[in-house]
């Protein structure tokens, strides 16, 4: 009986652990469920529109919603001013903020 048992669960693993791999391939990875939303502006050019704000190098790059708005974050390591952030909108390109 014992022996049975065993069988029919192995036999039912060996059915069902194929099905779940299956199905969680299809599933949508996290990163694209975290998928940029497109910008008008790129990269570069709210690169340049914050260097004007704040000379210095840009040490990070990325986009985060802020204030209710999609907005490019660069990171600026001035001479004068330290690490500041400029948020640049992704839409406009215009500076919505400093930190």
Same mark, same amino acid.
């Given at each position: ?16 652990? %194929? ?8 599933? %949508? ?25 704040? %000379?210095?190098?840009?040490? &990070? ?17 001035? %001479?004068?001013?330290?690490?500041? &952030?400029?948020?640049? &909108? ?8 400093? &930190?």
């Amino acid at each position: 009986m014992k022996r049975t048992i065993h069988w029919g669960l192995l036999a039912s693993l060996l059915f069902v652990a %194929p099905a779940v791999v299956v199905v969680q391939a299809q599933q %949508p990875s996290r990163s694209k469920e975290r998928a940029q939303p497109a910008a008008k502006i790129t990269e570069e050019q709210a690169k340049k529109i914050a260097l004007e704000r704040i %000379p210095g190098e840009v040490t &990070d790059v990325v986009i985060e919603k802020k204030r209710g708005k999609n907005v490019y974050v660069i990171e600026i390591q001035s %001479p004068e001013q330290g690490e500041k &952030d400029v948020f640049v &909108d992704i839409e406009t390109g215009k500076i919505v903020a400093t &930190d």
